[in-house]
Structure formats: structure tokens, C-alpha cells
């Protein structure tokens, strides 16, 4: 214990002569030293979780060494019956995200894609959607006539004058 102890006070020393602010206005100062202490206790949580995952194999390999089976198979039992009703849950959230990817495919195709993995469908129907919004905005409207205004006549230009004006404005 008094190793990790050790190990941390000497990070922590290398943290704060290494990254010493120089002469800023006050409010960097304390942006710098926030950043400080939160790169530190995100590298403490980090190791922290690094010794807990060593800690956990190494009880396992001795409860193996000593042939506690019984000990090892409840603990791992109880291991499994924790993470269980998660992963019922992830399979839900997956099969309900795969319906809903192959809804935009047409319905004798879906068959065809119902084995493919969710990356690859979610790829496919977002290729799909920018084919579809190549066509154009206003679709069956009429397309404005632009004005040439050079080669209107005086009387023409007069009468249009506010859109000639629309049109250098909107250069």
C-alpha cells in the first residue's frame, strides 16, 4: 500500500514541475492548475482501476492454485448474475436498433440484409438518405426567370429596376 502511496507522490511532484504556469493573468492561471488536477485524478482513477483488475486476477489464480473451486465458482456465478440482465438489455437495444435500420429498406430486401451487422446497415441507409437528397429542393416548381439586364431596353429596366437591385445586393 505504502508503494502506490509513494508511486502517486512521485507522479504528482512530476505533474506540477512540469506543467508550471509562466506569468499569466490570474483566471489562466487557475484554467491551467483546474486542467492540472483533473489530468491528475483522471491518471489516479485510471490506475486505480488498473491495481483493482490485477488485484481481482491475482486472488483468482490463487483460489485456483489452492483448488477452491467451489469459492471460485460462486464468485463468478455471482460475477455473471450481475452483468445478466445487462446484457438482456444490450440485445434488446441491438435487435430494436436493426428493426429500425431495416424499416427503411424496401420489404423484399430486408430479408436479404437481416443478417448483416448494424454498422454496415447504419452505413447503407445513411448512403441511401444522401442519394435521396441529391434530387432537387423544389421539385415540381417553377424555376424563376433571371433577369439579363443588359439587354433590357431603358423603359424594360425601369420597370424591373427593384429586382436589378435585388440582384447586386444579393452578389
Do not use: C
Amino acid at each position: 500500500m505504502s508503494e502506490e502511496k509513494m508511486v502517486v507522490n512521485e507522479s504528482v511532484e512530476e505533474v506540477t514541475t512540469q506543467s508550471e504556469p509562466q506569468i499569466q493573468p490570474e483566471s489562466d492561471g487557475l484554467i491551467v492548475e483546474s486542467k492540472k488536477y483533473r489530468k491528475r485524478a483522471q491518471d489516479a482513477e485510471a490506475r486505480l482501476a488498473e491495481l483493482e483488475s490485477k488485484f481481482e486476477q491475482q486472488e483468482n489464480a490463487k483460489l485456483k492454485e489452492k483448488e477452491e473451486w467451489k469459492t471460485l465458482s460462486e464468485k463468478l456465478q455471482n460475477d455473471l448474475d450481475e452483468v445478466s440482465p445487462y446484457k438482456e438489455k444490450h440485445e434488446k437495444m441491438v435487435s430494436d436498433e436493426k428493426e429500425s435500420l431495416l424499416s427503411f429498406f424496401p420489404e423484399d430486401q430486408r430479408e436479404k440484409f437481416q443478417d448483416k451487422d448494424n454498422d454496415v446497415l447504419k452505413f447503407m441507409v445513411e448512403n441511401m438518405q444522401k442519394l435521396d437528397s441529391k434530387d432537387p429542393v423544389g421539385r415540381g416548381s417553377v424555376k424563376q426567370k433571371k433577369l439579363n439586364w443588359d439587354e433590357l431596353s431603358t423603359d424594360e429596366k425601369r420597370s424591373n429596376w427593384g429586382n436589378i437591385l435585388n440582384s447586386f445586393n444579393k452578389k
